[in-house]
C-alpha cells in the first residue's frame, strides 16, 4: 500500500496527472473488485433518465489479467529500482571515502584521456594511448596498496613478457620460415598453460595473481602480433610506456588525493574488532542474567562477535595489500602486518566461544534463583573485566602506545576468574546449606545437577574466553615490540616501577594498592 | 645440512664436477673454520721436505664474509625454488583438474590466435583480433560458472557501453566542435564515477562486478576514440563481435572438455564439510576420553572442522557463479543453490561449538576415574550417534537421494541426549553413594564442582552440538524438498511407512523394532 503511495508521491513531482488519475482509478477498481469477490457485491448503474437499470457484473477477462499482470510488473521494478537506490544512499552514507574514491576515478581518467585529445601529447605515445586509459580502468583499486600492488604486478608481468615474447620472436625469425609459426604457437601454448598454473599456487596468488594473467596475456599479444606487425620493439616499448603513465596516473591520484591506506584500514578493523568484542562479551552475560527483554540497542550491540567471525578474508587481503605500501602515518614500510593477522585468529578463536555461549544463553535457566543470583555477580564481574582488557588491548592497538593500566586490568581479570573458580567451589555445599535453611525436616539433599548446567557451563566457557583473551594479550604484545609501540608517558605509572622495582616480591600488592589510588 | 647434500646431489646429475669440489671444500672449510673459532684450533702445515712449519691463523677477511654471503644466497634461492616447485606439484597431485584446466586455456589462445594466422579470418575481424585474444585471457575461468559470468558480464557491458558512448557522440557532434569535447570529457566523468560507485553496492559487487569494470572501460574507450576514430560505429561493433568470438571460445572449451561445475563443486563441498564434522566429533570425544596419546592420522581428522570454519567465502564465490550455469548432471538450472550456504550456515555454528569443545580437551581431567567412566560411555555414543547423523546427511546430499535409515539415526541421537541427561542427573548422588563406599566412616560429602567442571562442560557442549545438528537436518530436509530429491527405493522402508499408518501412535517402538530386524 506504501509503495503505491510512493509512487502516486513521485508522480505528483513529475507533474504527469493522468497518471494519478489512471493509478488512483485502478486502485479503486482493485479494491471494490476483490469486496465483490468475497461478498458477492454487485454493481448497480443508475442511468441519468432513471428509466433503466444495468447490472454491471465484475468480469476478470485475459485483458484484465494482463493489465494486472503489468501493473505488478511496473510496481516490482519500481520497489527494485527504489530498493537499489536507497542501499546505493547507504553505502555513500557508511562511508563517505568510497564517494571520493570514485571522485578519484573520474579524476584519473580524464587526466589521463588528455593524451588523446591534446595533439602533442598524442604524438608522443601514438595510437596507444588506449593502453593508459585501459590501465587506469583496470588497476585503480580502492586501497592504496591494492593499487600499488596491481600497478606493479602490471608493468613487470608487461616488461618480462614483453622481452620473453621479443627474444622469442627473434629466436623464430632465424629459424627460417617452415618453423617461425610453429614456435610462436607453441610458445604461446606452453608459456600460457605454464603462467596459468604457477596461478593456483598458494603464494602466486596471493601476490602475483594479476601479474601471471598480464603475462599469458602481454605474451600472447605480442608474440600474435609479430607475426604482423614489423616494428615489434616499438610495439613492446610503446605498450609498456603507456602503462607506466597509467599507472603512474594511478598512483599519483590515489596516493594524494584523500589516500585509503590498507593498512591503516587493517589497524583499525583490528582494533574496532577488539571493541566489538568487548561489547559483546558484556552485552552476552548481561542479557543472561537479566530478566527483563533487552531493548533493540543492546542486542545489536551483543551481536557484534559476528562481525569477527567473518573478517578473516577481509583482514587477510588488506595485509596482503599493506605489505606493498610505503611508510603513511605511525606505520613504517617494514611494518609487522602479519601480526595483525594473528591477533584476528585470535580473536576469533575467542569469538567462537563466545558464539557457544550465545547457545546457552537461548537455553531457558532452571537453577534456583539464589543460586543464579550467586554467580550472576561473579560471572557479570569477570565479563566486565574481560571486556575492560579486551578495550584496553584495543586502545593499545589504535593509539600504537602501551598502556600503564593494562597490567591492572589483567590481575583484576585474573582475580575475577579465581574469584568465579571459588564460587563454583563453594556451590554444592551452600546448596544444602540453603536447602536445610528452607525445610529443616529434610535430610540434606544437593540439587540434581542438570539444573544449574546451563549456568555451570556459562560460566566455565567465560573461563575459557578468559584464557583465550590471555593468548590476544600475548600476540597484542608481540605486535607492540616488533612495531615498537611508544613507552607509556604517564607519570604514575614510573613511579609504580619505581616502587616494583623496591620491593621486587610484592609487585602485585603494590598493583592492588595503586589502583585504589 | 639435507639441503646441501640435496644441492649436491642435484649438481652430481648435471654433472658439473668442478662445481661439486667447490662445494665439499666450502663445506669442509665451513665446518673446521666453526671449529677454529670455538676451540682455538690452529692449522699447521708441514713441507714436504720437513724443514719448515708455518701457521696458518683462521682469516675472517671481507673477501670469506662476502663469499659466504654469496654462498647463503645461492643456496637460499635454491633452497626457495624447490619449495617453490615441490608447492607446484603438491598443488597438481591434490587436484589434476587443474592441469586439464591449464591445458584448456593453452587450446583456447591457440586456437583464438589462428584469426591471427590465417589471412582470411584476419581480414574478416581486422586488426582488432588481438581483443578476442585479450577475452580469452581476461575471462577464461577455472570453474564454467565463473566463465560464463565473467563472458556474459562482458557482452553485455561492452555492448551497453558501446551503444551509449556512440549515443553521445552522436550528441556531442550535433551540438558543436566548441562543446564536443567538453561533452565528452563531462561524460566520461560522470559515467566513470557513477559505474565505480556501483561496484560498491553489495548486489552489484557479487554479480556485475566486472561488468561494471568493462562498462567504463569500453566507454571510455570508445567515447575517447570517438574523438579521433572517424568510423567510430564500425570501432565498437569490431570490439563487440571480436569479444563475442573470445567469449563463445572461452565458453565451448570450458563447457565441452572436462568441465569443471561450480554448483558441483558447491554440492561435493558442502558434502565433504559434513563429513569432515562428523569425523572431528569422533575424533574430539575419543581424544578427550582416550588416556593415550593420538597418533598424527586420527589427529589430522579431528583437525577438520577448522576446513567447515573457512569456507565461508568458497561457498559464496561458488554459489554465486553455479547461478549462472545451465543444467549439468543432476543440478537443474534453477537449483536451489542458496540452501546450501545455509547448510554451510548451520554446519559453521556446530563448527564452533567444537572449536569451544576443544578448548575443553586441552585442559586436565581432574574429575575422578569413575566419574570419568561413568560419563564417557554417554558422551562416545552421544558423539558416535551425532556423527552417524551428519554422515547420513552427507550421503543424502551427495548422492540427491533421501535416506531410509535418517530417522532412526535421528531418533539415536536424540535417544542418546536423553541418556547423557540421565547421567547427568544421576551424577551427584551417586558420587555419594561411591564415597560412602570407599569410605564409610565419613559424612556423605559432594566431591566440589569445580573437579568435574571441565567433564560437564563438555557433555553441554556436545549436547547444544546436537542441538545445532538437529537445525542442520532441517535445512538439508528443506534442500531436498527444493531440490526434489528422489525418494527412497528401499523395500523395507516403504513396509515401515506402511506398520507406521497402521500404528500411529506406536511409530518410535516400530522404528526400534525395525532397526533390530
Known sequence: MLDIYFILLLTVMIKNRDFIMMMMMYKTIMMVNNKAVSGGLEWRVRVADGSSSAVLVPESGIFERIWQGIIGLVFGIIRKVRN???????????????IMHCLKVGVALTVVSLFYYMRPLYQGVGGNAMWAVLTVVVIFEYTVGATLCKSLNRATGTFLAGALAVGVHWVASQSGERFEPIILRSSVFILATSATFSRFI???????DYGAMIFILTFSLVAISGYRVDNLFNLAQERLSTIVIGGSMCLLVSMFICPIWAGQDLHFLVARNMEKMANSLDGCVAEYFKDSESDEESRKNFQGYKCVLNSKATEEALA?????EPAHGNFSFRHPWKQYLKIGASLRSCAYCIEALNGCINSEILAPEFIKEHLSGVSTRLASHSSTVLKELAHITKTMRRSSTLDFAIEDMKSAVEDLHDALKSLPSQLEVDEKK??????PTSIPLIEVLPLITASSLMVEITTRIERTIVVVNELASLAKFKPVKDKKTKQSKVTNKNRPDQGQDTIKTLQMV
Chains 1, 2 share one sequence.
Open 84 to 98: 537499489f537506490f536507497a542501499k546505493a544512499w547507504d553505502v555513500g552514507v557508511d562511508d563517505p571515502r568510497k
Open 320 to 324: 596482503n595489500f599493506a605489505r606493498w
Open 202 to 208: 598458494p603464494v602466486v596468488k596471493a601476490r602475483f
Open 438 to 443: 528452607t525445610d529443616p525436616i529434610t535430610q
